[in-house]
């Protein structure tokens, strides 16, 4: 049995992943959003069929988290959107940015 980007093997079937993205927008601002297939939802951003990020493009993917559900997903996303989360989020994207920084930007985005 061969593995699969984005999904995870559970016995015989085949269980789905969420993910829960984070865009850096062109004028600094972050974009946090969920789907079930991050290239394609990825390729709408760039493509500018999201009408929040169409003005705002470019926009590179900042950060990612994979979840099972699509319950532990969407709480994961409202956090993320909450103050606290904002915060944490802000936080570790700049640790990221030092280490690209320090490391000659061999990070990929």
Known sequence: MGSRVGCVFVREGLVRMWHVYVLKCSDGSLYVGMTEDLQRRLSEHRRGTVRWTRSRLPAVLAYHE?????????????????????????QKLAKADQVDFLDGGSRVK
């Open 66 to 90: 994979q979840r099972t559900s699509r319950l532990e997903a969407r709480d994961r996303e409202k956090y993320l959107k909450s103050g606290w989360g904002k915060w944490w989020l802000r």
